[in-house]
């Protein structure tokens, strides 16, 4: 989802999904200072200050995605209703980072095989709605064909 990095969020990996594996569609997040952060403390000694600063400022950086994402999705669901199992939850560790994925993700390693396909099929709509959403606070469209924006989105003053 490359609009997350035009919104200033750092994307690592991301999965369509896959009927055959059982694996729901997600986006993976992660502050590259934060993994900078963990690097410093793969390499200072245990208990160390040195180590506990670099876990609590990989805390910190991630969580800053962390909180952006959030309120992204809060604006996204302010006005839409849908089923807890579609909804997009944020997934993760905080030093580690996060993941963006559906809430019914995993339900496709039990639901049974007749209905995976669907289910499938509405967790990436879920995610195509959320990109539509985000195209519009970055361009300033509701459209799927973006145009420049006239005015800038919320915090690209």
Request: hydrophobic residues 40%; aromatic residues 6%.
């Amino acid at each position: 989802m490359a609009i997350l990095r035009l919104l200033g969020l750092h994307t690592v990996s991301s999965c369509a999904g896959h009927l055959d594996r059982g694996v729901g569609p997600w986006v993976g997040l992660k502050s590259p200072r934060a993994a900078a952060d963990r690097e410093r403390m793969s390499h200072a000694a245990d208990s160390s200050p040195e180590k506990r600063r670099a876990l609590r400022l990989a805390l910190r950086h991630n969580a800053a995605e962390l909180q952006t994402l959030v309120g992204l999705l809060d604006r996204f669901y302010a006005e839409r209703a849908v089923s807890s199992a579609q909804r997009l939850i944020v997934q993760g560790f905080g030093v580690v980072g996060y993941n963006l994925s559906s809430q019914s993700a995993d339900l496709l390693r039990v639901v049974p095989r007749n209905q995976r396909r669907a289910l499938l099929a509405g967790q990436r709509g879920e995610l195509r709605a959320f990109t539509d959403f985000l195209k519009a606070e970055f361009f300033g469209t509701k459209d799927d064909a973006p145009s420049p924006a006239t005015s800038p989105a919320p915090g690209r003053e």
